[in-house]
């Protein structure tokens, strides 16, 4: 879910002064930069709390790289996150940061990929495929969010996973890597905990935030109640209202985009499906228009008027995704200003700056998202995140599905109170007692 972007119109970070690491960042940079005096090329784990300040932490690595005249890469999962992170870091290292990734114009590309290969910039921002930049003398490879699954590219050809990719690269260049996130993949948990990887942990937030309150809303329980209002539960209801009255933001969760999921006929149960993937087509509803697309191919097609096996009723769209919640939470709370941040609303790098810098100028109240709201945001205002289908998360067809869960889960909730304005999570949930959902409300 990336939308186009442009480096050339990234602006520099406004700073408030010189980098000041708190006692526990610098702790963490103390024990990794002893790790990175070994010449043997090492991995190392930064096991970070959401919110944490794990960036502070790669500039003064990366700081302390440059001042021994060795390069440095630092990946990130998704492009979508490399406006924020190359305004930042060009405010530190000014012109020699690139940036690289898929999204770029070839011209951009190429004049980036110039400026790396002449040695003009030895800080290289960037996505996936920036771990094949011509670097020389490469010193530290930050891989940021390392469990993102979108490390790993499995069409088109090279298939390949960076994250692996760079621990490879760093061997056969003697550097190191540091492999960043609060919710580590099985793998490097496995690897750090048997002594193959070094490890440190920032275990608290930065300044006077404190980690968020998970609540756990029964589904189940609301909707014998009667305590259920479309896709909402009254418990989640009621503190999106304290919030706003208060004049703080509130982020929703729903990690399915469009109307609803499917159509399906209620006479003889026909769903549409695409011709080429023989996968559901999900209704979108924008606007005055309604559609089927498929979230694979991109083929689209037109709702028919009836059902095309019985002819007998109309169909009736199945399941919620974040257009309906943004329909329904507009139409709970009329006052309240609602936006929505997925790949449909996003279609070109202005209208994600647009949806974005609205956000932190509190110009909306209620962000409706995907996983593109999970990770990479600093929202001071957000003091409330609701999960409104954690069941879908979890009981995917997928083998990864209870750690992919609960790392989204943690993920998102790690974007409220992330200021003094003490933080809350409503999971919204019809199975309580699940264990991902336990070890997500613990933080465990």
């Known amino acids: 879910e990336q939308p186009v972007l442009r480096c050339r119109e990234i602006r520099p970070a406004k700073l408030n002064g010189p980098l000041v690491l708190s006692p526990d960042q610098q702790r963490c940079y103390d024990g990794l930069a002893k790790q990175m005096t070994q010449e043997n090329p090492g991995v190392a784990l930064l096991r970070g709390v959401t919110g944490s300040g794990k960036t502070s932490v790669y500039i003064k690595l990366i700081q302390t790289c440059l001042e021994t005249g060795r390069s440095t890469l630092l990946l990130v999962p998704e492009i979508a996150l490399t406006p924020q992170l190359l305004g930042l870091m060009t405010a530190y290292f000014g012109a020699q940061v690139a940036v690289l990734h898929s999204r770029l114009s070839p011209g951009e590309r190429y004049d980036e990929w110039r400026r790396i290969r002449l040695g003009k910039a030895r800080v290289v921002l960037g996505a996936r495929s920036a771990v094949f930049a011509p670097l020389e003398n490469i010193r530290l490879i930050v891989v940021d969010e390392e469990h993102d699954a979108s490390y790993k590219q499995s069409d088109p050809a090279p298939r390949y996973n960076a994250r692996d990719c760079a621990v490879v690269a760093a061997s056969l260049f003697g550097g190191h890597v540091l492999l960043g996130s609060a919710t580590p993949s099985l793998e490097t948990w496995l690897n750090a905990a048997r002594g193959k990887y070094g490890k440190v942990v920032l275990g608290e937030r930065y300044g006077e935030a404190r980690p968020p309150r998970i609540v756990i809303s029964d589904t189940l329980r609301a909707v014998k109640r009667g305590e259920r209002k479309a896709h909402f539960n009254k418990q989640l209801l009621d503190v999106i209202g304290e919030r706003l009255d208060r004049g703080e933001q509130v982020m929703l969760f729903q990690n399915r985009r469009g109307f609803s999921p499917y159509v399906e006929c209620p006479e003889c149960g026909w769903t549409a499906r695409c011709p080429n993937c023989n996968v559901t087509l999900t209704y979108h509803r924008g606007g005055s228009s309604e559609r089927l697309v498929c979230h694979y191919c991109g083929h689209t097609e ?105 790392q989204l889960m943690t993920q998102v909730a790690g974007r409220a109170g992330r200021r003094a304005v003490p933080g809350e999570v409503i999971i919204q949930t019809s199975d309580p007692a699940s264990p991902v959902i336990r070890q997500v409300a613990a933080s465990d």
């Open 302 to 406: 037109a709702v028919p008027v009836k059902c095309p096996a019985c002819r007998v009723t109309d169909l009736a769209p199945r399941g919620f995704g974040t257009e309906k919640v943004e329909e329904e939470i507009a139409r709970l709370f009329p006052r309240a200003r609602v936006a929505r941040l997925d790949r449909d609303s996003v279609t070109s790098e202005r209208a994600f700056r647009s949806i974005v810098a609205g956000f932190a100028r509190h110009d909306t109240d209620i962000l409706v998202g995907t996983q593109m709201i999970s990770k990479g945001f600093d929202f001071e205002g957000v003091s409330l995140v609701g999960i409104l289908n954690a069941d879908n998360l979890v009981n995917s067809p997928d083998f990864r599905a209870a750690e992919r869960a609960f």
